[in-house]
């Protein structure tokens, strides 16, 4: 590859760099990108359940409370 090439090549990826960043800002600004909500970033109400231990055990000997 010649200098000019490997030169044109990054200036052409920096400029999509950019305009992409650019587009990206401005959707981000306009409101493209809708906020996810808990359920999207938890997982549903509930999910977690088929993994839930339940309740400590009772050691013998301690009361409760």
């Known amino acids: ?3 000019e090439d490997v030169r044109r090549a990054t200036r ?3 400029g ?5 960043g ?3 800002s401005y959707a981000k600004f306009a409101g493209f ?3 996810q909500s ?11 359940s088929s ?5 400590p055990p009772r ?6 409370g």
């Open 33 to 35: 990108f809708l906020p």
């Open 12 to 14: 052409i990826a920096f």
């Open 59 to 64: 050691l013998p000997g301690v009361q409760d």
């Open 38 to 48: 808990s359920q999207n970033e938890y997982g549903p109400p509930g999910w977690f």
């Open 1 to 3: 590859m010649k200098k």
């Open 16 to 20: 999509l760099v950019i305009v992409f």
């Open 22 to 24: 650019l587009m990206v």
């Open 51 to 55: 993994f839930d231990p339940g309740p």
